[in-house]
Nanobody, 124 residues
Framework: VQLVESGGGLVQPGGSLRLSCAAS????????MGWFRQAPGKKREGVAS???????RYANSVKGRFTLSKDNAKSTLYLQMNSLKPEDTAMYYC???????????????????WGQGTQVTVSS
């Protein structure tokens, strides 16, 4: 499984970005997909997770601001990030795990495959 993130950049507080994760064929269809982030000096934390077409789950810190979606035909996962805050600044990683994760779906150890990351910086 290969995962390639894109879409990061510099944005002002209150702005928006959409991250993309291009995955190997069929990955978004059969795997649990997740987004994680890691700020300098901090541990990697789960942001959002998606399985199938309707099971989506978010960390409390991003709920209501971030939205997951995917295009199975393109095997691509998206993370729409709105109302960005300086504390959202981090390297964002796409991850995949085989099958459905019922518990610990935002836990790093549950995921087998990782992309290289894309940097998001929220600053004025």
């Amino acid at each position: 499984v290969q995962l390639v993130e894109s879409g990061g950049g510099l944005v002002q507080p209150g702005g928006s970005l959409r991250l993309s994760c291009a995955a190997s064929r069929y990955t978004t269809t059969y795997y649990t997909m997740g987004w994680f982030r890691q700020a300098p000096g901090k541990k990697r934390e789960g942001v959002a997770s998606m399985y199938g077409d309707i099971i989506t789950r978010y960390a409390n810190s991003v709920k209501g601001r971030f939205t997951l979606s995917k295009d199975n035909a393109k095997s691509t996962l998206y993370l729409q990030m709105n109302s960005l805050k300086p504390e959202d600044t981090a390297m964002y990683y796409c991850a995949a795990a085989q099958g459905f994760i019922s518990d610990g779906y935002l836990t790093e150890a549950k995921y087998n495959y990782w992309g290289q990351g894309t940097q998001v910086t929220v600053s004025s």
